[in-house]
């Protein structure tokens, strides 16, 4: 059976790297990946998954930092001029992007693969030092760009989704895979939570190209250490007024701002772990001559567990409100992200090693290391574990031209089939017949 996943990945490696071209071409940031899922739902149809989307995967009052309708108007227009099915795209409006695939294999466990499918908001760079430059697959989308990987990741879940068909009679139970929307700035997971996709679920696997496996046959089995995080936006609303003639009619939602920028980095630490804040962006005001009656500050906070993360939020909106009744303007808070930390199971990262040991590729395998960062998986994972289930999240090694999230990012694709080839075995592991 081994040789034979092997030659059945080996057989496909061809048509994932056009996957993956196809999607790094139509790049689509969060909440308007149109083109994106009309395809993997056109592909996922032809190997006789059945198929949720729309509402019944994202639950619209979860949905986080979701752009303008206008905007996504537009976005479904661009879709559908870049070959997405207009049908499937209208049944999408809102936002409501991403695809939830099921095949049921008879009684057994419950287990769920999630691939992120989002992009970034960067302008590709188009210079011949860039390999999607000068082979002809770079970003045809304007400030949109696959500079996470999550093209890749994409490919990997559509990979994974045709071999496991094609092994259907040697699985049991059910095999979900989740292509998530909205990765990017934490917004997606937590919409999915909310529409019950992972309620049943026994086992998920996530992962990553890159991040710490850095090099080509690195595999990290676990992560650990999600930092939870939210993401909020704060908009003062003041009054202006001539600054010369009446500057007391006028209402400073700058200076309100301000305040709350410099007490936010003031939040006294938490003792039971690490936190963090930060203030972004800031802008305010209209002229020189006028009192100031707006502003607007982007900050997030992260915590090394979801207690400490929702100390800091609790503590920020405080301070933003106490600001704004000093210098007597309004404010309004919005949520446009967040996750919850989390950890890996490591029995599960163990079978994960298993799988990798038999897949060629993989030549550095590590076992677990610890995250520092924010990833909605996490939100995913935790509540699977919350549920009794469990999961785990690693990180395929692959060399890149430059880091994540820069606009030269690219990486090495031979990883495709390899991340493939070890969701494959992984899944065979945990929901094969012949355990
Ligand atoms: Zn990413």
Avoid at 27 to 52: C, D, N, V
Avoid at 103 to 113: F, H, K, M, R
Avoid at 333 to 362: C, N, R
Wanted: hydrophobic share 40%.
């Amino acid at each position: 059976m081994s040789v034979a996943i092997n030659e059945s990945v080996k057989k496909i490696e061809d048509k994932l790297i056009q996957y993956r071209r196809d999607f790094h071409q139509y790049p689509e940031p969060a909440w308007t990946e149109f083109r994106t899922t009309s395809k993997i739902i056109h592909y996922l149809k032809e190997w006789g998954y059945s198929i949720k989307f729309n509402s019944d995967i994202i639950a619209e009052e979860a949905m986080m930092g979701v752009p303008s309708e206008a905007h996504l108007e537009k976005c479904m227009q661009r879709a559908i001029e870049q070959g997405a099915d207009p049908e499937l795209v209208q049944l999408m409006k809102g936002g409501k992007t991403g695809v939830v695939a099921e095949l049921d294999c008879g009684p057994g466990p419950v287990i769920a693969l999630r691939f992120d499918i989002d992009s970034n908001d960067i302008q590709e760079v188009e210079t011949d030092d860039h390999r999607p430059y000068r082979e002809h697959f770079s970003s045809k989308n304007p400030k949109a760009m696959h500079a996470c990987g999550h093209d890749g990741h994409a490919t990997i879940g559509l990979g994974t989704a045709e071999i496991l068909a094609s092994m259907k009679d040697q699985l049991s139970g059910k095999i979900r895979i989740i292509f998530q929307p909205g990765e990017e700035g934490v917004r997606g997971a937590r919409a999915m939570v909310e529409a019950g996709v992972v309620d049943d679920v026994d086992y998920i696997i996530g992962g990553h190209i890159g991040f710490k496996a850095e090099n080509n046959g690195d595999l990290i089995c676990a992560t650990n250490k999600f930092l939870a995080t939210t993401k909020l936006d704060v908009i003062f609303t003041g009054k202006p007024a001539h600054a010369g003639a009446a500057p007391q009619e006028g209402k400073n939602a700058l200076l309100a701002a301000a305040s709350a920028a410099l007490n936010l980095h003031a939040i006294s630490r938490h003792g039971e772990g690490a936190s963090r804040i930060n203030v972004g962006v800031f802008e305010a005001g209209q002229g020189r001559n006028i009192i100031p009656p707006n502003a607007l500050i982007k900050l997030e906070t992260r915590g090394e567990s979801s207690t400490i993360d929702q100390y800091m939020v609790a503590e920020a909106k405080r301070i933003v409100q106490a600001a704004a009744t000093m210098y007597d303007v309004t404010c309004e808070i919005k949520v446009m992200g967040g996750t919850s930390s989390g950890t890996s199971d490591l029995d599960i990262a163990d079978i994960v090693a298993e799988s990798a040991q038999a897949i060629p590729y993989f030549t550095n395998i590590v076992k677990s290391m610890d995250f520092g960062a924010a990833e909605d998986f996490a939100h995913l994972l935790s509540t699977v574990q919350e549920n009794g289930g469990k999961g785990t999240y690693y990180m395929l090694g692959a060399k890149r031209a430059a880091g994540h999230h820069d606009d030269h990012f690219d990486f090495n694709e031979e990883v495709l089939a390899a991340g493939v080839e070890l969701n494959v075995r992984t899944v065979l592991k945990v929901a094969g017949k012949a355990q």
